[in-house]
């Protein structure tokens, strides 16, 4: 019996991704539809999403007030 470690997934699908982001996977595809969404990759012909390109898209809803942009 081998003890191989266990390595966290480093891609996720559309369903996780979205979950991951607390999205449905429907919005999660119509962003990806739009161009508006996280990065994704094709892999096998399935999309797939990387952990750290969902929180840099997360990330970029950043803000510090109401009160618009800051300068």
């Known amino acids: ?7 966290p997934p480093r891609f996720l699908v559309t369903k996780e991704a979205a979950r991951f982001l607390a999205l449905s996977a ?3 595809e119509k ?12 892999l096998g012909g399935r999309v797939v999403y990387a952990l ?5 898209w ?14």
């Open 31 to 42: 962003h990806r539809t739009y161009g508006t969404g996280p990065i994704y990759r094709k």
């Open 26 to 28: 429907r919005t999660l």
């Open 1 to 7: 019996m081998s003890h191989l470690p266990i390595i």
């Open 52 to 56: 750290s390109d969902l929180q840099l």
């Open 58 to 71: 997360a990330d970029k809803g950043l803000r510090y007030s109401t009160l618009g942009t800051r300068s």
